[in-house]
Nanobody
Framework: QVHLVESGGGLVQAGGSARLSCEAS????????MGWYRQTPGNQRVQVAN?????SVTYAEFAKGRFTVSRDGALVNLQMQTLKPEDTAVYYC?????????????????WGQGTQVTVSS
């Protein structure tokens, strides 16, 4: 089983910055990608950024120029700058790869529990 735990978040003033971190653990064989999503009540969960361990990085249009995703082994970080009130959401970490199961390896898609980011104005 693969577990993801987010940290960071909290209350930030508009124009400020925040740094989120996510740690992956469990019966991991490979981590092929880690990313960040966000969700507000009544809305779909939206991808913020994704980092493939092969080297490719993608950002949502609203994140380009303001957010930066980076990795360090089983850790992935999201640096957010010039935050806006519309950035207020629950932010979730995700990971994709191969895990070890009782019957052999299997592909996983894991989610963290989410962390609240609130941007005040």
């Amino acid at each position: 089983q693969v577990h993801l735990v987010e940290s960071g978040g909290g209350l930030v003033q508009a124009g400020g910055s925040a740094r989120l971190s996510c740690e992956a653990s469990g019966t991991i064989v490979t981590i092929d990608a880690m990313g960040w999503y966000r969700q507000t009540p009544g809305n779909q969960r939206v991808q913020v950024a994704n980092l493939s361990y092969s080297g490719s990085v993608t950002y949502a249009e609203f994140a380009k120029g303001r957010f930066t995703v980076s990795r360090d082994g089983a850790l992935v970080n999201l640096q957010m700058q010039t935050l806006k009130p519309e950035d207020t959401a629950v932010y979730y970490c995700s990971a994709d790869g191969i895990a070890a199961g009782l019957q052999g390896p299997y592909k996983y898609h894991a989610w963290g529990q989410g962390t609240q980011v609130t941007v005040s104005s």
